[in-house]
């Protein structure tokens, strides 16, 4: 069955930095498009960022863009999310999160457990 | 960019009502949308895709309607596992993002 794993998540003061890492299990994980989401205590969604299936293509979130870049390994079956100049307001739970396949007209079929980053000195 | 608007924010009901929550985005975004449920601790699960479309292993007392920029997820005889935060999400175009959510809670 398809599993996704988060780790790498933490306490790290402001303009701190972290890399948050989602290892994939079950499914060919070269063949799909992967995004992060992220979830402040008490709060919505939020898309953060997207890399197709073979990394080529890459967006974020206006909120993160020039401070956190998402990258894989398709050798590892894994996603990765490195955040950098951290701020109280990236305190959240982070998911990585499988789309339905290589399109980007499909919806998030798959979720992690997620990952909990607080930004604090 | 699009912009997702959900209603209610929260919605108080009992076992056994039919429920709706609406969905309107600020743009056309046709039929590219999404309705997930999370429970608190949990994440978030896929209910719907493209607008209508039950996922596999949904209850079918879940359906959703609408295109364009209006848009509706309805249960029917609402169920004590139901009771939960529901999202909207459109993934028609870049960025995807999600509505502030719904939160249905027991009368």
């Known amino acids: 069955q398809v599993q996704l794993v988060e780790s790498g998540g933490g306490l790290v003061e402001p303009g701190g930095s972290l890399r948050l890492s989602c290892e994939a299990s079950g499914f060919t994980f070269s063949d799909y498009y992967m995004s992060w989401i992220r979830q402040a205590p008490g709060r919505g969604l939020e898309w953060i960022s997207y890399i197709s299936n073979s990394g080529s293509a890459i967006y974020y979130a206006d909120s993160v863009k020039g401070r956190f870049t998402i990258s894989r390994d398709n050798a590892k079956n894994s996603l990765y999310l490195q955040m950098n100049s951290l701020r109280a307001e990236d305190t959240a739970i982070y998911y990585c999160?499988?789309?339905?396949?290589?399109?980007?007209?499909?919806?998030?079929?798959?979720w992690g457990q997620g990952s909990l980053v607080t930004v604090s000195s | 960019d699009v912009q997702m608007t959900q209603s209610p924010s929260t919605l108080s009901a009992s076992v056994g009502d039919r429920v709706t929550i609406t969905c309107r985005a600020s743009q056309s975004i046709s039929s590219w949308l999404a309705w997930y449920q999370q429970k608190p601790g949990k994440a978030p699960r896929l209910l719907i895709y493209q607008a209508s479309n039950l996922e596999g292993g949904v209850p079918s007392r879940f359906s959703g309607s609408g295109s364009g920029t209006d848009f509706t997820l309805t249960i029917n005889s609402l169920q004590p596992d139901d009771f939960a935060t529901y999202y909207c999400q459109q993934y028609n175009s870049y960025p995807w993002p999600f509505g502030q959510g719904t939160k249905v809670e027991i009368k």
């Open positions: 999160a499988r789309k339905g396949g290589a399109a980007l007209h499909t919806p998030f079929e798959y």
